[in-house]
């Protein structure tokens, strides 16, 4: 089943690689989808894909790379859209 969410993720978040983490993380996972910096400082992505490895992603999401400290992971689930591949936006 595919699986479609919007993700909001807190913390030191911006300024650590995140987003590119994120997008490294999601390509080999295999999902799709987008990623990007808010102007209150957290990260916001929607992300899908078979609902078993979008789980995988969003266990990953709340540690994040390895500089980042994550606070908190909103997750809201939406209908699915069909994206051609991840990017970065900005």
Known sequence: MISNIHVIVSGQVQGVWFRASTKQKAQELGLTGWVRN???????????GEEE?????????HHGPPLAK?????????????????????
Do not use: H, P
């Not at 490895?53 to 999401?61: A, E, G, N, Y």
């Not at 909103?74 to 970065?88: C, D, E, H, M, P």
């Open 38 to 48: 808010t102007t209150n400082g957290c990260v916001e992505a929607v992300i899908e």
């Open 53 to 61: 490895i979008v789980k995988k992603m969003i266990d990953w999401l």
């Open 70 to 90: 994550v606070e908190d992971v909103k997750v809201k689930k939406q209908l699915a859209i069909g994206f051609n591949g991840f990017s970065v936006r900005y």
